[in-house]
């Protein structure tokens, strides 16, 4: 369906580097399903499904994919063709545990990925004889910081995403509901360079105070503050995520303020991002800004979340969080203010930590956009 976006040893890489992190993590495998860490270790994409398809690796076993026969043209497509790995493929009416079994020989610990569901986990575990632990640490690791190849996907996403939110002004007027003028937005998504889109959130009004609003057939009212989060993949199956925030007409002039606040907020959050701080401490660079004009109760979630072949993943950018950035990782930046019943306002880029601080990734102008 799709070329692989990077070379087959990048796979090769990554696959090596998960055996060793399952060695120093003491497991002695680790049972991957369908989701983002098999998309990012062999570029095999799709959801679970009642049969299963499970890579299976770990230090000294030769990784390989448990996968029905009629899924195996289009694993083949993907690194797991690229590379030649170990193929072990079944069809109904045969127990695929078993292959699972086979591929692992003699194991005590052995881990699984996040996404596979209780449905094949706990038959899993029943036919290993072992008590089955979350590889969640593996992978997270290996995913968390990304390579040249990533950044450069990433910045590719961020660049397309950027484009739409500089068309929104063709679409967002009074008069029109929030539906109408997300559908003109996801074309855009896929026009810009997307494949997919994954979400479009347009908050107008009362529903940009709800920071998880996706869109309703509310009409956009002359004077709306909106707030526009939009995101897509593009073809390698890296993410996009960017939210601006615009004034329909002319804005509230208390609004208009807070909003110059946001912005500034957002901006102390990525002036702190670097390597060697922490997560927290990027959290609370937008938190105090916010805070010490009043609008700390504003302020309901966290700051960010990483992003890569999926939308949000590892880092999170939260208060609590101690663990120490590093260059390479890749997240967002989205402080919001949310006034319930009247409006809200999010701000947000994508940022990779470089060596001295971070590169934003979405740089459509940050202010409050009339239109
Ligand atoms: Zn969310
Ligand atoms: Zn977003
Ligand atoms: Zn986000």
Redesign the pocket.
């Known amino acids: 369906m799709s070329t692989l976006p990077f070379s087959s040893s990048v796979y090769a890489a990554r696959l090596d580097r998960a055996a060793s992190l399952a060695a120093d993590a003491g497991l002695d495998a680790i049972i991957v399903g369908p989701g983002p860490d098999l998309q990012y270790l062999v570029g095999v994409e799709g959801d679970t499904i009642e049969r299963l398809t499970a890579l299976v690796l770990g230090p000294g076993i030769a990784p390989t994919v448990v996968v029905p026969r009629m899924e195996l043209a289009k694993v083949r497509t993907t690194a797991v063709g690229a590379l030649g790995l170990r193929l072990a493929d079944w069809v109904d009416g045969e127990n695929p545990y078993d292959l699972v079994a086979d591929a692992l020989g003699t194991v005590t610990r052995v881990g699984v990925s996040d996404a596979l569901p209780a449905l094949h986990v706990i038959p899993i575990g029943e036919r290993l004889g072992v008590a089955l632990e979350l590889a969640t640490p593996v992978l997270r690791e290996s995913r968390m910081v990304k390579d040249a190849a990533e950044i450069a996907e990433l910045r590719r996403a961020g660049d397309a995403i950027d484009a739409v939110h500089r068309r929104v002004p063709e679409w967002l007027r009074a008069g029109r509901t929030e539906r109408e003028v997300a559908a003109d937005i996801a074309e855009a998504i896929v026009a810009e360079g997307h494949r997919t889109v994954e979400f479009v959130i347009v908050g107008s009004g009362p529903n940009g105070a709800d920071p998880h609003h996706e869109v309703s057939d509310r009409v956009i009212q002359e004077g709306d503050i909106v707030v526009v989060?939009i995101?897509g993949a593009v073809p390698s199956g890296y993410n996009s995520?960017?939210?601006r925030t615009y004034a329909v007409g002319e804005p509230d002039a208390v609004a208009a303020e807070r909003i110059v606040v946001l912005v500034r907020a957002q901006q102390a959050a990525v002036d702190a991002a670097r390597p060697g701080a922490t997560a927290a401490e990027v959290d609370a660079a937008a938190r105090d800004v916010l805070a010490a004009a009043g609008l700390g109760e504003a302020f309901l979630h966290r700051t960010?979340?990483g992003?890569g072949v999926s939308?949000?993943e590892e880092p999170y950018i939260a208060p609590g969080n101690d663990l120490v950035l590093r260059e390479g990782m890749a997240f967002?930046i989205?402080p919001g203010i949310y006034f319930a019943g009247e409006w809200g306002a999010r701000i947000?880029d994508?940022v990779v930590v470089t060596a001295e601080g971070c590169e934003r990734l979405n740089v459509a102008p940050h202010g409050l956009t009339s239109v």
């Open positions: 989060d995101g995520d960017s939210t960010g979340h992003i939308v949000h967002s989205e947000e994508i």
